[in-house]
DNA sequence: CAGAATCCAATACGATACTG
DNA sequence: CAGTATCGTATTGGATTCTG
């Protein structure tokens, strides 16, 4: 069960903070760097590269290097990238259903103990 | 989308290397800490309590502590946390169908420029 | 039995600055 | 444009030892 669980391959750990949006990015075609910054407005071009090579390395994207100068690169969806779309939905679908549920209830435990002025169960207020 | 990606709640990352395990271990009712400890063989105990912990905060399991010395403790999921065998279901069939290929696309890729003695693609041999 | 305490290593993530 | 280089910090996971 969950093999090859070595935490960058579990079901429920697929690759890093950004290894999701970037597939949703890349999901309606192929986009260049640039274009995956914009949506991704917090990577910096460090982690973007990091992810993408990443991603690159287990068959997920495609990088293409086109003619031109500056040359354009762009990262495509591999078969098997588009494979993880059905996983990411469900999961996407749990979240939407039941996030909040799990995190007013972590509000309401960080709340015991210290209940500042009281601002009562609920203040959860779900950041983008 | 993916509201509430901050890195420990995101659909992609629930919780830590564990936690996911864990969630099967309970599937089938509940469990107690050193039944826990004994499928999820690597795991320390400091480990095992943190996950728990972080679980039972965000309303995925409940713990409970029985009359009896020494007082046994079981791990038993909550409605919210049986929700989550859906979603998981469906990373689970991935990773059979998938990860297999992933593995040795990676495998591919790592032997690319270091081939040592030609062992050649497919080196993979999944470890469990 | 079910953990708590302490210490430590690896990694992930990010800010900033620079380049072919 | 599409990165690379360097540096720093925060978080995670683990080994070990001890306890009500």
Redesign the interface.
């Given at each position: 069960?969950?093999?090859?669980?070595?935490?960058t391959?579990?079901?429920?750990?697929?690759?890093g903070?950004w290894?999701?949006?970037i597939i949703?990015c890349l999901e309606a075609g192929p986009r260049r760097f640039s274009e995956l910054e914009i949506p991704l407005r917090s990577i910096t071009p460090k982690v973007l590269t990091e992810t993408l090579r990443a991603m690159?390395?287990?068959?997920?994207i495609t990088r293409t290097v086109h003619a031109g100068v500056p040359a354009p690169v762009t990262y495509e969806l591999t078969p098997?990238g588009l494979?993880?779309l059905?996983?990411?939905a469900?999961?996407?679908?749990?979240?939407?259903?039941?996030?909040p549920?799990?995190?007013d209830?972590?509000d309401a435990?960080?709340s015991v103990g210290s209940p500042g002025v009281d601002a009562g169960v609920g203040t959860h207020s779900?950041?983008?």
């Open positions: 069960m969950f093999a090859g669980c070595s935490h391959a579990s079901p429920f750990r697929i690759g903070k290894t999701a949006q949703r690159e390395r287990d068959a997920l098997l494979t993880l059905a996983p990411m469900a999961c996407c679908a749990w979240a939407a259903e039941h996030l549920t799990l995190l209830a972590r435990h960080d779900a950041q983008s």
